[in-house]
């Protein structure tokens, strides 16, 4: 009688931690479907342009390879290569993009990849997902080291990745509420930080590599010094999970973007906010900001918008262009380093590549 009272109790005790795990799992879950815009199809297409008539940006590239949704990408400083991370389970490295572009399959994981991240020099790419271990590859897509399990806790989803400007440090957002550091030079963790005990959507470097963002999903930004290893300022006029954030240092301004629908323009002088961006559609709706991108002359902000991209003037938050060629929800934006190109990645499972005219 007490061997099956026994049994019984570690069947009990074990449903009851599948259960848990089930629970945790849709939390997760949940959460990245709010952060990423989707892989949900649209029936809106098609190239809307610029309601001034002045086209800045043209599609000149559509990159197809994936066998799911775009969640991340990141252009070469040359603007020859392009990593992308899908929840296909793959990492793929783009070259040739400005004559006959290709791709190639770097890295597959058993679960879905939310992040990738190049070097400045583009001497190395780091990736992560799901799986809570960040992957660094070379410049050929060779992989160079596997930290994961050094690095960041248990189970601990990745959402966001980032090289300081020196290229000696990666710091990773996390789904526990921390951002996590590897020194690249020792190839051994850095004392981590703690945002708050929810997701770490987003994280950034300001130029000097002294600063880092973070935007987390407790609707809060916070800005930390690296060098005395501490928190520098609490940004929370956000109504909602902030999901993007980023430096514009040549303006000396931050900008955030929010599940709020709103995009604010924070002045890095004062910590107060000096302009707000609703992101309303073309057609007039207002939308979740998923994904901010800032040009390299600080003068342009790009904001996703479900399927299409807005370009607005920085300076007095005045609508630009529209860029819709996607036929899912956009995920991934990013310019190039010189400003000439923007890159963006949807639930499409493509990504366009648009040139500046």
């Not at 002088?269 to 600080?298: C, Q, Y």
């Amino acid at each position: 009688m007490n061997k099956v009272y026994k049994n019984m109790c570690y069947l009990f005790l074990g449903a009851f931690n599948l259960m848990n795990a089930a629970a945790e799992h849709e939390k997760v879950t949940s959460h990245l479907r709010q952060v990423l815009c989707g892989d949900t199809a649209s029936i809106v297409s098609g190239y809307y342009g610029n309601e001034c008539g002045n086209s800045q940006y043209e599609k000149c590239l559509d990159l197809k390879g994936h066998a799911g949704a775009i969640t991340s990408v990141a252009l070469s400083a040359d603007n020859t290569r392009l990593v992308s991370a899908s929840t296909d389970n793959t990492v793929r490295l783009w070259s040739d993009l400005k004559s006959k572009p290709c791709s190639r399959e770097i890295y597959k994981d058993a679960r879905n990849m939310y992040a990738v991240a190049l070097k400045k020099d583009g001497s190395l790419l780091a990736a992560g997902g799901k799986a809570g271990l960040l992957y660094l590859f070379d410049n050929r897509g060779n992989k160079v080291g596997e930290s994961g399990k050094e690095l960041l806790r248990a189970e601990s989803t990745l959402l966001s990745i980032v090289f300081n400007p020196q290229g000696n440090t990666v710091a990773v957002g996390t789904t526990n509420g921390v951002v996590n550091f590897l020194d690249l030079e020792t190839s051994t963790p850095l004392e981590p930080i703690v945002h708050s005990a929810t997701y770490v959507n987003s994280i950034d470097y300001d130029s000097s590599g002294n600063l880092l963002l973070s935007g987390c999903a407790d609707s809060t930004v916070r800005v930390w010094d690296r060098r005395a290893k501490g928190p520098v300022q609490k940004l929370d006029k956000h109504k909602a999970a902030v999901n993007t954030v980023c430096f514009n240092d040549p303006r000396g301004e931050i900008v955030s973007g929010s599940h709020d629908e709103l995009a604010i323009v924070w002045d890095k002088r004062t910590w107060l906010p000096r302009l707000d961006i609703k992101n309303v559609t073309m057609f007039n709706k207002s939308v979740p900001v998923h994904k901010v991108a800032v040009s390299e002359d600080g003068e342009q902000v790009a904001l996703t918008q479900r399927t299409s991209i807005a370009l607005y003037s920085i300076q007095e938050g005045q609508h630009k262009q529209w860029l819709s060629e996607h036929t899912g929800c956009i995920n991934a934006v990013c310019y190039s380093s010189d400003g000439n190109y923007l890159v963006s990645g949807s639930g499409d499972k493509t990504m366009c590549l648009y040139s500046k005219q």
